[in-house]
């Protein structure tokens, strides 16, 4: 409104200038045109900016990764992983979507043993996409990488024959599991020292530390040693990168022996089990044998101690016996020879007396009797 009084007022002051031709009567008419004309052009800017910009996000939910895939051409740029979220990437551009959480795998399948026995094992297991290996999954395999890493595990288990009897694959089964965790998580320690690295990097440029000492010491003090026969992940050509994948958790299931090979199996456990009663029996009967003439050779060796004992005994029990004697009869004399000094008795024959009399006296078998001048012997009742 104010454009348009503007314009009327120079209208009206050009009409009263000499010289205004006709032509200047139309300039209102044009410039309100011309306005129109711009008001339209910003108008559909406005409008096309509205609509283009929202088209220009694409969303990532937090179990993706993507890459930019343009809608008109079909390219896929690997420049750069996306991670979950919105990201704005152009109206033009959508999302080449690969899985970023744990993929389930469950296998059945059949390997043979050292024996040449079929045995069927049922196993699972969990593996996930290495984020900045994705651009390599992506050049190799696409998107049709879960039948290649499905095929690769079949291989492995196949390849990996088992090297035991069809007897010892229950009881070895857990160890032969936790083989395959070892490898799952050297690949998952490979992936977390790279991340740890590029961690260390981001620090170091922020802090603004440029002593490699120090960057060193840092390193040093925060290193977790890496599992032996694993090589650096900053190393590793893409080679030795394997499917791009790490297998982190691994199950094995139920292992079935077919009835056949069980029946063979039984068969031979049988036969083995009757031969090691047969050993058994006759080193029993060896055992008899050996405790039997142990046995006798200890019943001799007591009755030669027992017999070297006694006749010990009976030695010295007479040794001693005449031992006592000789003393007792020394004593005795020693005794007499006292008391006859002491009663002045120098006569023979009454010391062959006395002697005689106190010696009968000792035996059980005599009995004396007063006024007899004879000895009386016999046994009395």
């Known amino acids: 409104m104010k454009l348009e009084t503007c314009f009327h007022f120079t209208f009206l002051n050009r009409n ?4 205004n ?23 559909v800017i406005a409008l096309v900016i509205l609509v283009v910009i929202p088209m220009s996000f694409s969303y990532l939910e937090y179990y993706q990764f993507g890459f930019a895939r343009q ?9 750069k992983v996306y991670g979950s979220g919105r990201q704005f990437i152009g109206p033009d551009f959508e999302f080449k979507v690969f899985q970023a959480d ?13 024996d040449k026995l079929e045995v069927r094992l049922v196993v699972n297991f969990q593996y996930f996409l290495r984020k900045e290996d994705l651009p390599l999954l992506h050049k190799q395999f696409d998107v049709y990488y879960k039948d290649v890493m499905k095929s690769s595990a079949v291989d492995a288990l196949k390849v990996q024959r088992l ?25 998952y320690t490979a992936v977390i020292e790279t991340a740890r690295s590029e961690g260390l990097k981001y620090v170091f440029d922020k802090l603004k530390v440029t002593d490699q000492k120090y960057k060193d010491s840092f390193d040093y003090l925060r290193t977790i040693p890496c599992v032996t026969g694993c090589e650096a992940y900053e190393k590793c050509s893409e ?24 029946n063979r199996y039984l068969q031979a456990l049988k036969l083995k089990e009757e031969t090691e009663r047969e050993k058994l029996l006759q080193e029993a009967q ?3 044998k050996n405790t039997t003439a142990m046995v006798q050779r200890l019943k001799n060796d007591a009755k030669e101690i027992s017999a070297n004992a006694t006749a010990h005994a009976k030695r010295l029990t007479t040794v001693s016996q005449a031992n006592y004697t000789a003393i007792i009869e020394t004593a005795r004399s020693e005794g007499l020879k006292y008391v006859f000094d002491k009663l002045r008795v120098t006569d023979q024959k009454y010391k062959d007396s006395f002697d005689y009399l106190r010696t009968i006296r000792g035996l059980d078998n005599i009995h ?13 009742k």
């Open 71 to 79: 809608k008109s051409t079909g390219t896929v740029s690997t420049d």
């Open 286 to 288: 060896v055992i008899r």
């Open 16 to 19: 009263k200038q000499p010289g």
């Open 102 to 114: 744990a993929h389930f795998v469950s296998l059945d399948v059949s390997v043979f043993t050292s």
């Open 163 to 187: 090297k035991n009897e069809a007897k010892e694959i229950s009881a070895n089964a857990t160890a032969h599991a936790k083989r395959l965790t070892t490898v799952s998580q050297a690949n």
């Open 239 to 262: 080679s030795k990168k394997g499917l791009f994948a790490d297998v982190k958790y691994f199950q094995l299931g139920r292992v079935s022996i077919p009835d056949d090979v069980g």
């Open 21 to 43: 031709s006709k032509e200047n009567i139309e300039w209102p008419t044009k410039a309100k045109g011309i306005l129109v004309v711009v008001g339209g052009v910003f108008g």
């Open 368 to 380: 004396l009797t007063v006024d007899f001048q004879q000895r009386i012997a016999g046994n009395l």
